[in-house]
C-alpha cells in the first residue's frame, strides 16, 4: 500500500473559490512538516456543481493529486472512497475550507506511530474555535446527542484526523454508515475496540463564511446518529480504553 507516505483525503463541494489556494498552502505545510513532496492528495468532488474540477485538474501533476467524482454529494461515501484509494499506510482527513493548523499537524505526524487515530478537536478548547456562534451550539448539541447515545468521551469525532491505516483499515472497510457520520462509526469502533486514539484541540478558523445553516442536514445527522447507535449497541467496549486527550500546552 505504502507508495506514499502520507495520503491526504480531501472531500471538495462547489470551493471553486478557494479550492486552488488551498492546495498549495496544504502542500506547502505538509512539504515543510514531512522534509519531503512523497505525499498524494485524494480529492473527492463531493457532488460538485461548480468549476472545482476544472480548476483541480491543471494541478494534478504537479501536486500529485488523484481526482474522484462523485455525482451527488455524500460526505461519508466520498471519505470512503477517498481512504480506500489510498496509497500509503497513514491518511490525513482535511477540509478544504478550513486554515491550517500547523501546531496540530506537527505534533500529530511527529506521534503517529503510537495512536491509530489522531483527532483534531474543534470542541476540546472552545478559545481556539472561531466558528460563528450558531455553528458551536449545533455543533455542541450534536455531540451531546452523541455523547448520551454512545457513552463516548470522544469530544469531536468529525473533522480533521490522522489515521494510521494499518490498525485501522478493517474497521473502516467495515463500516456501515454513510453521510456525515461515516468517520464518526469508525472512530467509535476504534475506541471500543482497544485501539489508541488521541484527541488534541485545534485552531478552528474556516477560509470562507460559512454557508447557510440547512435545517434539513441537521435533522438529518440526528436521524443518522440514531441509526448508528442501532449498529454500535451490538459492539461492547472493550476492557482496555486507550484515548487520551492533550492540550495545547502539551504539543
Same mark, same amino acid.
Given at each position: 500500500m505504502s507508495n506514499f507516505l502520507l495520503s491526504i483525503i480531501l472531500p471538495v463541494k462547489n470551493e471553486e473559490n478557494i479550492i486552488k489556494e488551498s492546495i498549495i498552502s496544504f502542500h506547502n505545510e505538509i512539504k515543510e512538516t514531512l522534509n519531503s513532496e512523497n505525499f498524494e492528495f485524494i480529492i473527492i468532488l463531493n457532488g460538485c456543481?461548480?468549476?472545482?474540477?476544472?480548476?483541480?485538474?491543471?494541478?494534478?501533476?504537479?501536486?500529485?493529486?488523484?481526482?474522484?467524482? @462523485?455525482?451527488?454529494?455524500?460526505?461519508?461515501?466520498? @471519505?470512503?472512497?477517498?481512504?480506500?484509494?489510498?496509497?500509503?499506510?497513514?491518511?490525513?482527513?482535511l477540509n478544504a475550507d478550513i486554515k491550517w493548523d500547523k501546531k496540530y499537524f506537527n505534533w500529530s505526524w511527529s506521534n503517529k506511530s503510537k495512536y491509530a487515530i489522531i483527532l483534531g478537536s474543534k470542541r476540546a478548547d472552545p478559545t481556539l474555535n472561531f466558528q460563528p456562534i450558531y455553528r458551536k451550539l449545533l455543533s455542541k448539541g450534536l455531540n451531546s446527542i452523541l455523547n448520551? @447515545?454512545?457513552?463516548?468521551?470522544?469530544?469531536?469525532?468529525h473533522g480533521l484526523k490522522l489515521v494510521d491505516l494499518k490498525k485501522t483499515i478493517e474497521i473502516i472497510k467495515n463500516s456501515k454508515m454513510t453521510r456525515g457520520q461515516f468517520d464518526t462509526e469508525f472512530t467509535l469502533k476504534a475506541l471500543r475496540g482497544g485501539l489508541d486514539i488521541a484527541e488534541i484541540p485545534i485552531v478552528y478558523q474556516e477560509s470562507r463564511k460559512p454557508r447557510n445553516l440547512m435545517i434539513t442536514k441537521i435533522f438529518q445527522n440526528i436521524y443518522d446518529l440514531f441509526f448508528l447507535y442501532r449498529i454500535m449497541k451490538k459492539i461492547k467496549y472493550s476492557s482496555n480504553i486507550r484515548y487520551r486527550r492533550f492540550s495545547r500546552e502539551d504539543l
Open positions: 456543481t461548480d468549476k472545482s474540477e476544472e480548476i483541480i485538474n491543471p494541478l494534478k501533476e504537479k501536486y500529485k493529486i488523484k481526482l474522484i467524482k @462523485l455525482n451527488k454529494s455524500n460526505y461519508g461515501l466520498s @471519505l470512503r472512497e477517498g481512504i480506500l484509494n489510498a496509497k500509503s499506510d497513514f491518511v490525513f482527513i448520551i @447515545l454512545f457513552d463516548s468521551v470522544v469530544m469531536d469525532t
